[in-house]
């Protein structure tokens, strides 16, 4: 099961980076922002599914959550002009996923809006995302008292390895797979929590 840990640390970004392209050319935010609740409304079913297992027993709120939250925080940073209030709104989203225990929480607030405010500098990208995962694993290190363990430093790399699809991304649009992004998180958490009988589960933290 090490391999989905893997596939989830290399995904989120990802699916963090196409929230933010469908918000800068989606034609109503409103209708972008409603298809992503009734998502994670359809998908805290599987989720919790998964996460009554006996390796996990945890409830959060699935990642569908997450990038509502996220939407939310970047559509606020644009409504308000004041600089202060625009950051500290996106900061209270932040801490508000945190406390409803969104999953990713904080962090997956983060990747989205730095993603979205330095969308077209690959530099200053770089630089942002790097830095918003390296808080976060060493946050993860000092919290769960791991050290620099070997499955920390391998889990904070991969995360970094999605860095480099979302550099290439050539702003070209791609196949209209609309009904498969949506379907395909609360059907996966499904096949997960119904064969983990058969293949044991490992806690990703």
């Given at each position: 099961m090490i391999l989905l840990c893997i596939f989830g640390?290399?995904?989120?970004?990802?699916f963090a980076f196409t929230i933010v392209e469908g918000y800068v050319h989606t034609r109503s935010f409103k209708d972008y922002l409603f298809r992503i609740i009734i998502a994670a409304i359809f998908s805290q079913i599987p989720c919790m599914l998964f996460n009554s297992l006996p390796e996990l027993n945890r409830f959060e709120l699935n990642v569908m959550f997450t990038?509502?939250?996220?939407?939310?925080?970047?559509?606020?940073?644009?409504?308000?002009?004041?600089?202060f209030l625009k950051y500290f709104c996106v900061l209270s989203i932040g801490i508000l996923s945190l406390i409803v225990q969104a999953d990713y929480k904080m962090y997956g607030v983060m990747i989205i809006f730095v993603l979205y405010l330095f969308r077209d500098s690959k530099l200053k990208k770089t630089i942002a995302f790097i830095l918003v995962v390296t808080i976060r694993y060493l946050f993860r290190i000092w919290y769960y008292k791991t050290g620099f363990s070997e499955y920390m430093i391998k889990m904070c790399l991969f995360t970094l390895v999605s860095l480099i699809f979302i550099l290439l991304y050539n702003r070209k649009q791609g196949p209209k797979l609309k009904k498969f992004y949506y379907w395909f998180y609360p059907v996966h958490m499904?096949?997960?929590?119904?064969?983990?009988?058969?293949?044991?589960?490992?806690?990703?933290?």
């Open positions: 640390r290399i995904s989120f970004p990802l990038l509502a939250f996220g939407l939310i925080a970047i559509k606020l940073y644009e409504a308000i002009d004041n600089t499904l096949i997960l929590y119904l064969v983990s009988p058969y293949t044991g589960i490992i806690d990703v933290f």
